[in-house]
């Protein structure tokens, strides 16, 4: 299973993490986890593009971490646009993926 993290300080977006493997089909024909992945870079692209010194982005194995280094209304756009976007998938997958947001 996909796991999207969001947290949020004081009502603002602090940090994203996704890990993990949808595991809907062997390696190179699981749609779900493409789906996830086009997504999530994707954001990193917007992130990049749109506020490319608000984000600190660190890509590994099955894990993605980003942290806001600082706030903006594209900040929160952005973020708010990516957690619809994998609410989507969730809608169709939901034993595959699961997305918290944490409050703090």
């Not at 994203?16 to 809907?24: P, R």
């Not at 990049?48 to 806001?68: G, K, Q, R």
């Amino acid at each position: 299973m996909v796991l999207v993290q969001f947290k949020k300080i004081k009502n603002h977006y602090d940090s994203l993490i996704i890990s993990g493997h949808a595991e809907f089909a062997k390696k190179g024909q699981d749609l779900v986890c493409a789906g996830i992945s086009a997504i999530a870079f994707g954001a990193l692209n917007g992130f990049n593009e749109l506020a490319p010194n608000n984000f600190d982005i660190v890509v590994a194995d099955n894990l993605i971490t980003v942290s806001v280094v600082e706030q903006s209304e594209t900040v929160e756009q952005l973020m708010n646009f990516t957690k619809y976007q994998f609410k989507t998938v969730y809608a169709q997958y939901p034993e595959y993926i699961n997305i918290k947001v944490t409050e703090v």
